[in-house]
């Protein structure tokens, strides 16, 4: 009668070192691809940031020549607004930030 209730409870050392290792092999796939959909999130803000700043680039260009206006005059953020393709991004225009009037263009030595 009492054989039957000595029964072991538990796991042995292999079970446990197969769930270990089943859930390195888990680890191993995981975290690589992680670590990859971080770095791509990064980019891509990156690249929608260089993108937003071509944008303000070239209404800020449109805007100076509309106005006649030579380099390094002071821009106007609202009056700049119509020239850039849709609206000015809300999270460049911040407090201590200056947009100037510059060309694009570097002048010639030669002439």
């Avoid at 009668?1 to 290792?21: D, H, K, Q, Y």
């Avoid at 930030?97 to 002439?111: G, V, Y």
Wanted: net charge negative.
């Amino acid at each position: 009668m009492m054989e039957g209730m000595n029964r072991n409870l538990g796991f042995t050392v292999w079970e446990s070192l197969v769930i270990l290792a089943i859930i390195a092999l888990i680890a191993a796939v995981a975290i690589p691809s992680y670590v990859k959909f971080l770095n791509g999130r990064d980019e891509s803000q990156q690249n929608a940031c260089i993108g937003n700043m071509r944008r303000i680039d070239s209404g800020k260009e449109q805007w100076a020549m509309a106005n006649n206006l030579s380099n390094g005059c002071p821009v106007v953020a609202a009056s700049v607004n119509e020239y850039i393709a849709g609206t000015m991004p809300r999270y460049v225009w911040q407090e201590g930030h200056t947009l100037t009037a510059t060309s694009a263009q570097t002048p010639n030595a030669a002439e």
